[in-house]
């Protein structure tokens, strides 16, 4: 009786700190994320783990893993392929290492602005619609589609014309249409996974990354190599995905939460994105880095090939249905 009051009397004053018990009606989901707490890609992430948990009445917790504590992107990928995580939000390059149409999203200048970026992912469900069916083959539930930003190029020296790139050694991401894209631009692209982009440039492997100025700033980059060239080549997008074999696992209510969720995330991104790029180049000019804006018409001329090169394998030929209807958009 005494052991029973004194556990009783130790949950309550745990309870009352703030601890929730797990029951048996609590079910605990995982989400893997490469990004830092701070990005953009991290907060959207935990938007939707906060919203599930919500509208399910706690009965769903996503426990989220972020900062690359289980790999990198195409890890955490396979292990969303194979049931061992849950959810992830996987940027569209690395993913294109596992279904190769979302190699969409890399062809350089594709999307001129943000506008462009939410015409293209949110105006209709045709980008939807596609995409469905092509990662449900692949093990992948799509829920939808944040925004990164615009990507730039970082490193060791500043860039103010294309002559500036010439011959110089850039990481890019994992992704055959990001290394065509630098081939064509005469650099030497090498693909990195992510975490390891830190010490490739602090050991001088690379002289440049390419990447998002947010998460330049946001991974402490500046205090690696201080000049960021703003070419925005791609706007980069992000899938929110889930194991297709979790889906299944899901009772009807969870799953229509779980899309609830996500448009939430995504509603919130949409907003999220566009005010911090209208301070993010101050604060990273305020850690002591010059950012340069080259005329971008010879970075898009130099790259225009790199569409037929994608148009030539069986994915871009497929895909190039996409790729129009992008384009087409005002």
Do not use: C
Not at 143 to 168: E, Q, T
Request: charged content about 20%.
């Amino acid at each position: 009786m005494a052991r029973a009051l004194l556990a009783a009397l130790m949950i309550s004053m745990l309870v009352l700190a703030g601890w929730t018990p797990v029951t048996a009606q609590t079910r605990e989901l995982v989400m893997g994320n490469v990004n830092p707490a701070k990005h953009g890609t991290t907060l959207a992430a935990q938007q939707f783990a906060d919203k599930l948990a919500e509208l399910t009445g706690g009965k769903v917790k996503v426990i989220h893993h972020h900062s690359g504590a289980l790999g990198g992107e195409r890890e955490v990928g396979q292990q969303v392929q194979l049931g061992t995580v849950d959810f992830t939000p996987m940027t569209t390059a690395p993913l294109s290492t596992l279904v190769p149409e979302m190699s969409v999203f890399q062809l350089p200048y594709i999307f001129r602005d943000y506008q462009h970026v939410y015409a293209a992912l949110d105006g209709s469900d045709t980008i939807r619609k596609y995409y469905e069916p092509v990662l449900d083959k692949k093990g992948f539930r799509l829920l939808g589609f944040i925004a990164a930003g615009y990507r730039g190029i970082y490193g060791h020296y500043p860039i103010n014309s294309i002559a500036d790139v010439k011959g110089r050694k850039v990481r890019v991401q994992e992704d055959k249409i990001l290394v065509a894209t630098f081939k064509a631009l005469g650099m030497i692209p090498t693909a990195i996974a992510f975490p390891e982009v830190a010490t490739a440039l602090q050991t001088k492997v690379i002289d440049f990354g390419e990447g998002g100025i947010n998460t330049y700033y946001h991974n402490k980059f500046y205090d690696i190599v201080k000049h960021v060239a703003d070419v925005r080549h791609t706007h980069q997008a992000i899938a929110l995905l889930m194991s297709k074999a979790s889906w299944a696992k899901q009772d009807a209510a969870t799953q229509k939460a779980i899309l609830e969720a996500a448009r939430h995330a995504e509603q919130w991104n949409r907003k999220f994105i566009l005010d911090e790029d209208k301070g993010i180049q101050d604060q990273v000019k305020a850690k002591g880095v010059s950012i340069t804006k080259p005329d971008a018409n010879p970075f898009r001329e130099a790259t225009r090939s790199v569409y037929e090169e994608f148009y030539a394998t069986p994915a871009g030929k497929d895909a190039r249905k996409i790729v129009d209807y992008i384009l087409s958009l005002k």
